[in-house]
């Protein structure tokens, strides 16, 4: 079994940063692609980003240029720095990998979620 574990959300005002954090945690053998993803209120989860093994990166465009998504994979973490925070960057943010376990299996596994709040 696998967990996601995200910290670092918070209240934060436009114009602000947070780092956010998501480390995973079990049978894991390698882990190919980790990202993050966000659902705001009333809305669909959408990709924020996600990052490879190798440390290729892909954003969603309304995120290039503000959030830069990193991770140690000694530590099986990922990370992402918010800047330039935005009232419509609140949501549930979400990490997401692709995890091959220790039994050779390979799955997509969740975290719960961390609450960003942006006020304006």
């Known amino acids: 079994q696998v967990q996601l574990v995200e910290s670092g959300g918070g209240l934060v005002q436009a114009g602000g940063s947070l780092r956010l954090s998501c480390a995973a945690s079990?049978?894991?053998?390698?882990?190919?692609?980790m990202g993050w993803y966000r659902q705001a209120p009333g809305k669909q989860r959408e990709l924020v980003a996600i990052i490879t093994s190798g440390g290729g990166t892909n954003y969603a465009d309304s995120m290039k240029g503000r959030f830069t998504i990193s991770r140690d994979n000694a530590k099986n973490t990922v990370y992402l720095q918010m800047n330039s925070l935005k009232s419509e960057d609140t949501g549930v943010y979400s990490c997401?990998?692709?995890?091959?376990?220790?039994?050779?299996?390979?799955?997509?596994?969740w975290g719960k979620g961390t609450l960003v709040t942006v006020s304006s």
């Open positions: 079990g049978r894991i053998f390698n882990i190919n692609v």
């Open positions: 997401n990998a692709r995890v091959t376990t220790s039994t050779l299996s390979s799955m997509n596994y």
